[in-house]
């Protein structure tokens, strides 16, 4: 049977058997693959310590009928510790493989720049280059433009009227003018539409400098976005540490 090699990130895993576990990666060329890994649960296991969440890896697989097993695997990111030892990190990335896992459903198709977000994600999240809340709700951003879901921050979402606007609609895809405006949408303050702006281009001096006040009003803003296109709960936010 063929074998092939990919990079990847280890999304999930689940017990199989006494010795071992169910491997969930998304992979850089061959999409979302799931692989047993065998013996990995035990102390003696040469690699059992890569294939946890959050490891970034460069793996061999062997292809089989239902499940492909992981023949080899060597390290790229050690993400796992870094993250795991800190709770704000800890949530944020968690939530950021689930958004992953449900956002590139099928198994063996490519999804390389969701592939490249979740990286740099978990790069930037285990390096401390910002705070987890921000670096969660950038790649919560990013993730579901690429599925084809883009947010408008500025010009209305709806009808194009340029902006700025101060209503958010989730329904709707963002910002929308007073025409547009469904009954009770939330009307954000000017400040936090600048930061959900600088989230998704990637702004990091704007989005560093946000208030805690509006980095908390755009978070909520993201997790509803996120939760309605995505059609089910992200469980990882309801434990999101955000600043108070």
Known sequence: MPLYRDDAIV????????ADRIITLLTREHGK???????VRRT?????ARLEPFMAVDVQLHTGRNLDS???VET???????ISADYGMYTAGAAMLEAADRLVAAEHEPAVQQY?????????????????????????????????????????????EPGPHHAFAVAQGGAVCLRCRPPGS??????TFTLLAALLAGDWEVADAADRRHRSEAAGLVAAYSQFYLERTLRSLRMIEREA
């Open 11 to 18: 999304l999930r895993t689940h017990k199989l058997g006494e």
């Open 33 to 39: 693959v799931r692989a047993v890994g065998r013996g």
């Open 44 to 48: 003696s296991s040469r690699f059992g």
């Open 70 to 72: 992981v023949t080899q």
């Open 76 to 82: 790229l990111g050690a993400y796992a510790g870094q």
């Open 116 to 160: 490249w977000l979740l990286a740099g994600g978990l790069r930037a999240l285990a390096g401390r280059a910002h705070a987890p809340g921000l670096v969660l709700d950038s790649y919560l951003l990013r993730a579901l433009s690429v599925a084809g879901w883009a947010p408008s921050f500025a010009d209305c979402a709806r009808c194009g």
């Open 186 to 191: 939330p009307s954000p303050a000017p400040e």
